[in-house]
């Protein structure tokens, strides 16, 4: 098992910058992939960016890309988002999301941190 804890959520305006992060806990040396979704009220869940556990090649959505920058630190488990330049569509509630497998889709989910981004 996995255990996810986001932190670092709050109210920024535009322009401005913030740091999540995402403490592991508990079975965290067979994490595959770790991400970062979010969830705008009204809307689904996307994709925000993803890290390889062991590479750290990273991965974006198109609408974060130049903006956000996903990194890990295998030595304190844990995995942080640096979000600049934030806009007000960036308003979410940020999740962090781990799998232990290629072949799996993504298995343990935190309680997401609430990002909100006045104009």
């Known amino acids: 098992q996995v255990q996810l804890v986001e932190s670092g959520g709050g109210l920024v305006q535009a322009g401005g910058s913030l740091r999540l992060s995402c403490a592991v806990s508990?079975?965290?040396?067979?994490?595959?992939?770790m991400g970062w979704f979010r969830q705008a009220p009204g809307k689904e869940r996307d994709f925000v960016a993803h890290i390889y556990w062991n590479s750290g090649i990273t991965y974006y959505a198109d609408s974060v890309k130049g903006r956000f920058t996903i990194s890990r630190d295998n030595a304190k488990n844990t995995v942080s988002l640096q979000m600049n330049s934030l806009k007000p569509e960036d308003t979410a509630v940020y999740y962090c999301?781990?799998?232990?497998?290629?072949?799996?889709?993504?298995?343990?989910w935190g309680q997401g941190t609430q990002v909100t981004v006045s104009s």
């Open positions: 999301a781990a799998t232990t497998s290629i072949l799996t889709s993504w298995e343990y």
């Open positions: 508990g079975r965290a040396s067979s994490i595959y992939k």
